[in-house]
């Protein structure tokens, strides 16, 4: 086991959680600033997704990935930089036509979910390895398209960071290691406690965590209430974690975090279990990544 702790902030997340936080980051500004503050307090990787600014709605758009990536850059800040694929996987089947996406739905091809990876080359892009009821919609990942994906992120040169809610997905991600697409030690994140999907339970963790490629770096997060348990269990048991408003929108019951205090407090389990944040270079070091 490593002394060191991968610890990633997973600043917004897709989720329209704007509403329900006072401070929630939405502009490029204002995400690209926290991921800077949560690097300087044990944060190796920001894991990154963007929000219109005028509506504060999620969104895809490269521009807005691109003014992000160049404030964190221009920062001289050294957060290896994560940028989420999902957006482009949403469907909802049509009341009328099941076959035809209805609200809801933003279901797109598998390499107009890599725009922005292509243009901007990342350290580390997300793959999400397998399809689930995501709330109200299905979230889509078929194999062939993961297989359109993995290819170009590996011609790309980024590091994937497959990302699976279900032991079933972790099985398929063995198939794409098996055919070549995924090059070197893997690297996993386990998602727990998304609803209907795995359960952030010790149980179901041990049983993920116990599917894994013998070589593979792996992290995992809960979210809401169970974030610092999984961080904790995670940490204590050679693992890596992830935390961030993405997962978790309160400190405490009843208040509100910041991504900086979420860092802060996951910083203080680790060290409580006789392990060190790692730095963005020892992460990249471990990870396999050239910088």
């Known amino acids: 086991m490593s002394d060191e702790v991968i610890l990633t902030c ?16 939405v502009t490029p500004e204002h995400i690209a600033r926290d991921c800077i503050e949560c690097a300087r307090a044990g944060a190796a990787i920001a894991h990154i997704h963007v929000r219109d600014p005028e509506t504060g709605m999620r969104s895809g758009d490269p521009a807005l990935f691109r003014e992000v990536v160049e ?3 221009d920062s001289g800040s050294e957060v290896l930089i994560n940028l989420t694929t999902s957006e482009g996987a949403r469907f909802a089947p049509g009341e009328v036509d099941a076959s035809v996406g209805g609200p809801g739905t933003t279901l797109v091809q598998p390499l107009d979910r890599l725009h922005h990876v292509e243009e901007l080359r990342p350290d580390i892009c997300t793959l999400d390895v397998g399809t689930f009821n995501f709330g109200e919609t299905i979230f889509v990942n078929t194999p062939a398209h ?3 994906m993995a290819q170009r992120i590996r011609e790309l040169g980024v590091k994937p960071e497959i990302e699976v809610f279900e032991p079933g997905h972790i099985m398929f991600a063995h ?8 090059d070197g030690a893997p690297m996993f994140q386990l998602c727990l406690g998304i609803p209907h999907a795995a359960p952030a339970t ?17 992290s995992a ?10 961080v904790a269990q995670a940490a204590s048991t050679g693992g890596n974690c992830r935390v961030g408003l993405e997962d978790n929108l309160y400190l405490d019951k009843g208040k509100f975090a910041t991504n900086l205090e979420l860092v802060e407090r996951a910083v203080r ?8 944040p790692a730095t963005p270079a020892q992460a990249a070091k ?5 910088r």
């Open 286 to 290: 471990r990870l396999g990544i050239e």
């Open 221 to 230: 997060f809960g979210i809401s209430r169970m974030e610092f348990s999984i």
């Open 71 to 73: 404030r964190i850059r």
């Open 269 to 276: 389990i680790i060290r409580e279990v006789g392990r060190e």
């Open 146 to 148: 993961l297989r359109i």
């Open 202 to 218: 010790p149980e179901v963790f041990n049983v993920m965590k116990g599917l894994l490629p013998a070589d593979a770096n792996w």
């Open 10 to 25: 997973a600043i917004s997340g897709g989720h329209n959680n704007q509403a329900r936080h006072p401070d929630y980051p």
């Open 175 to 182: 198939k794409l290691i098996e055919e070549g697409l995924i």
